[in-house]
């Protein structure tokens, strides 16, 4: 038993057996989160938030780097519409790990007012938010015509304007003589939030390069050029004032669990709603035995069939046992060069979701400070 040790610790309030794994099992990949607030068939909104504050503390504990709430609009399948809000909340229910939205659709905003507010989370959790903004609509086109700032005029695609003048904002760097130099962005602590380029296209690695911002690219959203897109981001990233070199991660899906069966079985509530999400369709998560029914219907029988309609070099949804799931990430940022992986998992069972969680920390040996001196307490 070397290099292991075995305790009775409770881990996202559950207590039962845990491998204290040795350092650099993970070969230093460090893994963070990006939650939905997915909605489970039978659950509400409400239910579906509370449990993000419940994972959000779990990861924290678990030794996670970031936590990360994204922006949708309009549907029934997704509990978060206003990823801030619900991160204001995180950050005081958590303590180490980072908080940050994953991201925020810029175009639907000013950036005075998302300055605004991100500078109001980082001086309520300083050193702690990441901002990652992106400019995808996050829902319909009748959703994103809703939001619109300006409706009297065609929508126009000002997006890397709108990104300048955020940054200025944050970093008050607004050239002399511009209108909004004399602005002050309040609350003004030291420091302040790291902002991120989000994004599924090569137009964001190269928006990524052009602005000097770190790059999450969405693969578990569109999984096509990942490799490309992180690619030309490493290779154009020229050093700046910003940032001295380049820093990628991608987002992936992940379902884990003690066998490979049991989690091809979670994973058929994904498969589903990859599915109806193709025709319109955002109903809530379906539990995984009336989500293999139609499945069925539609003539997926197998996990092996929906393997067979992937598109890219590697799935959205990496989907076995813990080693089995860590050799294929570890695989991935060994290929794209990258220190991080951003992990969404979406089960019906919540209690699956948070052990699938549990167990890629154990797996890659994340285990937070105060969970190894927790376990270390109750072993002796």
Known sequence: ????????????????????????????????????????????PSEALQRSIELARCVDGLGYTRF????????DLLACTAPEIVLARIGAETKRIRIGSGGIM??????????????????????????GIGRAPGGGPIEAAALRRNRKV?????????????????????????PFQQV?????????????????????????????????????FSPVATREAISRYQRGFRPGERRKGPEATVAVGVICAET???????HASVRLLQRRIRTNDRRPVAEPE???????????????DARGQEEGEWPRYFVGTPERVREELLGMARELEIGEIVVNTIVWDHQK???????????????GQEVRDEALVGGQ
């Open 1 to 44: 038993m070397s290099g292991r040790s075995w305790a009775l610790a409770p881990i996202c309030g559950v207590a039962h057996l845990t491998v204290m794994t040795i350092p650099g099992k993970g070969e230093g990949l460090r893994l963070s989160v990006l939650d939905q607030a997915p909605v489970a068939e039978g659950s509400s």
């Open 68 to 75: 990360w709430m994204s922006e949708h609009h309009a549907m």
């Open 106 to 131: 810029l175009p639907h905003y000013t950036s005075l007012k998302v300055a605004e507010v991100f500078r109001t989370l980082h001086a309520l959790y300083p050193g702690r938010v990441d901002l």
């Open 154 to 178: 065609q929508p126009v695609d000002d997006f890397p304007e709108q990104v300048t003048e955020l940054l200025a904002f944050l970093e008050k760097d607004f050239p002399l003589g511009h």
């Open 184 to 220: 002050r962005v309040a609350p003004d602590a030291p420091g302040g939030p790291e902002v991120w380029m989000l994004g599924s296209s090569l137009w964001s690695a190269a928006a990524a390069v052009e602005f000097e911002l770190p790059y999450a690219f969405a693969h578990f």
């Open 260 to 266: 490979l069966e049991e989690a091809e079985y979670l």
């Open 290 to 304: 009336e989500a293999l029914r139609e499945l069925r219907a539609w003539g997926e029988v197998s996990a092996a």
């Open 353 to 367: 979701r948070l052990r699938s969680y549990e167990l890629l920390a154990e797996a890659f040996g994340l285990q």
